[in-house]
């Protein structure tokens, strides 16, 4: 069981998560994570170092609801049927969490307002963390090759990249763009990918 100091921990890092969806995570201080927790700023920060440490400890908060909410319930026991069911997890999956149609991925935020930014700790995690995603990902494909259900000579890292820049594209779509078709053109480009990468593997018997 959690002690007081942890649960209000965990309402912080809920609160920011919130903010983060909706606003980015370079806007985020101290000051407006106090206001939308109820709490002064020095009850906020009695629990991290400072700016930077919260930012990063809301960034893994948001990695471990994404693992808890959609990557663990996107498993199936076939590794074509994992694949596909985590792409289609993967899609509005902030949306299914908070329920909230402003809050949209954290990490998408993160990616644009820090990747031209210069190195820090903020930067760091925020390239660890597409690592994990990208390794990830990479596995499920290779799951899919062991199980012979792709080719052999399949190319991971160009299957993976296609995919990551559907899901981009996606986001682009249908929160800036507001296309009510972005999630069938989602859903399509993935099943597109998919059927492809199977299709070369009967063309290679």
């Known amino acids: ?5 942890q649960i209000t921990r965990v309402s912080i890092l809920h609160h920011g998560m919130d903010y983060v969806c909706q606003y980015g995570l370079a806007s985020l201080s101290i000051g407006k994570v106090a206001q939308r ?13 400072n700016k930077e440490d919260m930012q990063i ?9 994404f693992i808890s909410e959609v990557l663990k319930p ?26 909230k149609p402003s809050m949209t991925c954290p990490f998408v935020k993160a990616i644009a307002e820090y990747q031209d930014q210069p190195e820090s700790k903020v930067k760091a995690v925020i390239r660890e963390q597409q690592l ?3 390794k990830y990902l990479s596995s499920l494909v290779q799951a899919c090759i062991d199980k012979g259900q792709f080719p052999g000579d ?4 160009d299957f993976v990249q296609r995919s990551y820049s559907y899901y981009l594209g996606h986001n682009i ?17 993935i099943r597109d990918l998919i059927s492809l990468t199977r299709n070369r593997k009967r063309n290679n018997d």
């Not at 069981?1 to 100091?5: E, I, P, Q």
């Not at 779509?173 to 480009?189: I, T």
């Open 1 to 5: 069981l959690m002690d007081k100091a």
């Open 37 to 49: 927790s109820g709490m002064s700023r020095t009850g906020v920060i009695s629990h991290f170092s």
């Open 57 to 65: 400890s809301i960034l893994r908060h948001c990695e471990q609801v």
């Open 74 to 99: 996107s498993f199936k026991a076939d590794p074509l049927a994992h694949l596909e069911n985590y792409y289609l997890s993967w899609m509005n999956w902030v949306l299914k969490v908070k329920n």
């Open 132 to 134: 994990r995603t990208m």
């Open 154 to 157: 399949t190319n991971i890292a």
């Open 173 to 189: 779509s249908k929160h800036l763009l507001n296309n009510p078709q972005a999630d069938e053109v989602f859903r399509d480009q």
